[in-house]
């Protein structure tokens, strides 16, 4: 039996204008081109609990459009999917069933709305691939699929993980790879539509699988760059500790998305740096307390840390780690000064890097319900808005042509090079002046920075 893995990647965005500027704007394309053609993790770890009687091959279909038919031969297609390429996923999953392929879906936007997805697929999984994956590949080949396999009785064990099978790609056509070192996040943002849906349960990889993954692409890929793909790697320091001891001497580059709280860890910090971190994402959300309270809606968490945000970013790169500062706008409690807000906070702060993004209500979060409930969402099922980068929501404080516009000139600001040229520069200047005060830790540092 054949089995096509097919990963529907590259990045989407339906603001004609908003595409336009990121073709002139250094600053803003940069990461979207680096990262554009990350592989689905999803998809490698299930090809990792498949048994070796199926043959597997990966296909990545970045734009259906220029696809005719079916893009290869297989007996069943195991497609993957987020919210805003669903409707092309779908397409794609018609074209197959109606040739004669058995198709099978999973991942996060299926599990919000699988009633949706079993109008397109002969079999979903719901939550988490790996529960389900063995008994689903079991029934497949003999012949009485079930329409559905619900995974989300008992969190998956990151000790049993699979080894994801790298090797099925093409390297030459990835500049980074992912590894997941940890799911979930102990934190409930409202608008979240990571993997906590998939899974409300934060677990974390042993140390020694994380490394054998990062061993495997070694073996494929000269002096890899790795991007953690977790949700927030460092909320288990005890973890993060252990893993950084280890990372340090597979000398590898890395890049990970984690939480403000790691500031509060000097040693941590250093760990980090000499285990190759180049930069943390995290998720600032709005530049003031108001703006950013009731987000995490268990403990309001992040309005609580609000007040150390200056501080903790200077500790961050004081320490030679980069921090990209994420921020959300459109947001109930912030009123239309945000846009500017944000921009002096950037400048304040001294971020090395900045990512902006729009409210964006996914199905299955509880900002969608919210939204739905108030009769706020522009139109329900306009999946294919669900990018962060466009509209499909009526914001409390701006109509949503206010909140494009002002979304746009924010971009322009940010992301101009003469903007991102100083804020690289001060950074990359504050390196250079530690590294001439001396010391072996310091050293390392260099190594670690972009360019
Ligand atoms: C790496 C990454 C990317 C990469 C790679 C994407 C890819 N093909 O996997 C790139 C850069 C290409 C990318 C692009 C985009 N991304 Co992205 N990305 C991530 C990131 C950081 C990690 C995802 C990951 O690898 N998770 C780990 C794997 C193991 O989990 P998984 O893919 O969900 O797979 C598991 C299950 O879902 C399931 N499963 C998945 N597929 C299948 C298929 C079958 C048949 C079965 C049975 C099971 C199954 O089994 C897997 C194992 O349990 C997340 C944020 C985060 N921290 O999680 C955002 C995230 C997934 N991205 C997001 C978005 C919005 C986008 C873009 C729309 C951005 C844009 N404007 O272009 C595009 C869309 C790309 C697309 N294909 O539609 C959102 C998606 C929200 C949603 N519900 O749809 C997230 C959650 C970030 C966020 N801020 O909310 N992304």
């Keep these: 039996m054949k089995l096509g893995l097919i990963a529907m990647s590259a990045t989407r965005a339906h603001n004609e204008e908003l595409t336009k500027l990121g073709f002139t704007l250094p600053g803003f394309v940069d990461r979207s081109r680096v990262i554009a053609s990350l592989p689905s993790l999803g998809l490698l770890t299930l090809a990792g609990m498949t048994p070796p009687d199926i043959e597997l091959e990966y296909l990545d279909v970045p734009d259906l459009t220029k696809v005719d038919g079916v893009p290869g031969e297989f007996d069943a297609v195991a497609i993957s999917s987020f919210t805003a390429q669903i409707k092309e996923a779908y397409d794609l999953a018609d074209r197959y069933r109606a040739s004669g392929t058995t198709v099978l879906m999973g991942g996060l936007h299926v599990t919000a709305l699988p009633e949706e997805a079993l109008e397109h697929a002969d079999s ?185 945000y200056m501080a903790s970013i200077d500790k961050i790169q004081s320490h030679g780690i980069s921090v990209n500062g994420c921020f959300v706008l459109g947001m109930d409690n912030d009123g239309p000064e945000c846009f500017e807000n944000v921009l002096q906070f950037v400048r304040d702060s001294q971020l090395y890097d900045v990512q902006i993004t729009m409210l964006t209500a996914f199905p299955g979060t509880p900002l969608y319900e919210r939204f739905e409930a108030e009769g706020r969402l522009l139109d329900p099922t306009a999946w294919e808005l669900c990018t962060l980068f466009d509209v499909n929501f009526k914001p409390k404080h701006m109509s949503p042509a206010h909140l494009e516009s002002r979304f746009r000139w924010l971009v322009e600001q940010l992301y101009s090079q003469e903007f991102t040229d100083k804020r690289h520069g001060r950074f990359r200047a504050r390196q250079a002046a530690m590294l001439a005060g001396g010391g072996r830790a310091k050293e390392g540092m260099h190594e670690h920075h972009y360019g």
């Design 124 to 308: 979903i999984v719901i939550g988490e691939g790996e529960p389900s994956w063995p008994s689903l590949l079991e029934d497949l080949k003999n012949n009485r699929l079930k329409r559905v396999y619900d995974s989300r009785g008992a969190p998956f064990d990151l000790a049993d993980s699979p080894m994801p099978r790298f090797e099925l790609l093409k390297q030459d056509r990835y500049n980074r790879l992912t590894v997941q070192t940890a799911r979930g996040c102990p934190y409930s943002c409202e608008f979240c539509a990571a993997s906590i849906r998939l899974s409300p349960h934060y677990r974390v990889k042993p140390v020694e699988k994380v490394i054998a993954e990062i061993r495997h692409i070694k073996e494929l890929q000269h002096e890899p760059f790795i991007e953690f793909a977790d949700d927030n790697t460092f909320v288990n320091k005890r973890h993060g500790k252990a893993l950084m001891r280890a990372l340090k001497d597979e000398r590898v580059k890395w890049f990970t998305e984690t939480d403000i709280s790691v500031a509060d860890d000097d040693e941590l910090l250093g760990l980090m740096r000499d285990a190759g971190c180049v930069q943390v994402l995290i998720g600032l959300e709005s530049t003031t307390r108001e703006g950013i309270t009731g987000v995490e809606t268990k403990l309001d968490w992040k309005a609580r840390r609000f007040d150390e």
